[in-house]
C-alpha cells in the first residue's frame, strides 16, 4: 500500500529564457499552495497558463526556479506517478508489456492481473497500442500509473480530447481505483466540470505570471458527482459566490 504524502508548494518565481534571445519570460510568480495526505486535488486554470510547468516542478523534472516544494517536511521525495496529455505507450510492446516496464522484478503477477481487470483491461492485456482507442489507451496509462503504488499521482489534463460518455466511464474507474488505493492526487484540467466531477478541493490559478485565485472546497457528496444538474448547479454557485472566477471558468 502507498504512503500518504502530503505536498507544500512555495514558488516565488520561475521563469523560461525567451527563443528570441529577449527578457526572460516570467510564468509563475508567488504561488504558494498545500495538499493534503490522500486529497484528490484540481488544478484548475485556463489553457496556457503554467499548469504543465507546476506539475514538471513537483515531479522534479525541472529544478530551475526560485522557491521550494516538499514533501511531508521531509526531505526524500516520493514515489511519484505521472499521467501525462497523451498516453505514451510503447507501440512495439503489448498493454501487458507497456505496464511490467514500470514494474519491480519481485511484484506478484496477482497484483497486476488484479489491476487490469480493475481498469477493463483484462481482456486486451495481449493487445498492441495502435489497435486500442483513445479511450483505452488513457486506461493503460492510467493502469501504468497505478501500478507502481505511488506515493502521489499527477496528471496532466489525462483525458482531454475523449468525448463525453467515455471521459464519464474512465472518471468512474479513476475515482473508484483510488478509492481502493489511496493517495494523494494533484489532477490538472481547464475544464470546470471535470474539476467538480472528480476533486476533494479545487485550486484555481491565473494567467501567467500564474497564482492562486481562490481554494474552494468541494461539497458535493461523492455519490451525487455522475449527476449533472449537480454539477452545473455548483458551477453556478461558484461564479456567484467568486465572481473573479468568472473569466477562468
Given at each position: 500500500m502507498a504512503s500518504v504524502t502530503a505536498v507544500n508548494i512555495h514558488i516565488r518565481s520561475k521563469s523560461f529564457h525567451r527563443t528570441d534571445g529577449g527578457q526572460k519570460q516570467l510564468v509563475i510568480r508567488q504561488l504558494e499552495f498545500s495538499v493534503r495526505s490522500g486529497e484528490f486535488l484540481c488544478l484548475v486554470g485556463p489553457s496556457g497558463c503554467g499548469k504543465?510547468?507546476?506539475?514538471h516542478l513537483i515531479a522534479g523534472?525541472?529544478?530551475?526556479?526560485?522557491?521550494?516544494?516538499?514533501?511531508?517536511?521531509?526531505?526524500?521525495?516520493?514515489?511519484?506517478?505521472?499521467?501525462?496529455q497523451e498516453p505514451r505507450l510503447l507501440p512495439w510492446r503489448t498493454v501487458r508489456d507497456n505496464i511490467d516496464l514500470v514494474l519491480k522484478p519481485n511484484r506478484?503477477?496477482?497484483?497486476?492481473?488484479?489491476?487490469l481487470e480493475n481498469m477493463g483491461l483484462g481482456q486486451v492485456q495481449d493487445v498492441y497500442p495502435e489497435r486500442l482507442s483513445?479511450?483505452?489507451?488513457?486506461?493503460?496509462?492510467?493502469?501504468?500509473?497505478f501500478a507502481i503504488q505511488p506515493d502521489l499521482l499527477l496528471m496532466d489534463e489525462p483525458f482531454v480530447s475523449l468525448d463525453a460518455p467515455t471521459a464519464r466511464n474512465v472518471h468512474a474507474l479513476l475515482s473508484r481505483v483510488w478509492?481502493?488505493?489511496?493517495?494523494?492526487?494533484?489532477?490538472?484540467?481547464?475544464?470546470?466540470?471535470?474539476?467538480?466531477?472528480?476533486?476533494?478541493?479545487?485550486?484555481f490559478l491565473s494567467n501567467p505570471p500564474m497564482r492562486v485565485v481562490t481554494d474552494i472546497p468541494v461539497d458535493i457528496p461523492r455519490a451525487d458527482r455522475h449527476l449533472p444538474d449537480k454539477i452545473d448547479a455548483?458551477?453556478?454557485q461558484l461564479a456567484t459566490r467568486h465572481p473573479k472566477i468568472r473569466d477562468l471558468i
Open positions: 504543465t510547468t507546476l506539475l523534472l525541472d529544478k530551475q526556479f526560485d522557491g521550494n516544494i516538499s514533501f511531508n517536511e521531509q526531505d526524500v521525495p516520493p514515489l511519484v506517478g505521472y499521467v501525462f506478484p503477477h496477482e497484483d497486476v492481473d488484479r489491476l483513445l479511450g483505452m489507451s488513457r486506461r493503460v496509462a492510467l493502469a501504468r500509473a478509492h481502493q488505493r489511496p493517495h494523494t492526487v494533484i489532477f490538472v484540467t481547464h475544464d470546470l466540470r471535470e474539476a467538480i466531477r472528480l476533486a476533494d478541493r479545487l485550486v455548483f458551477r453556478r
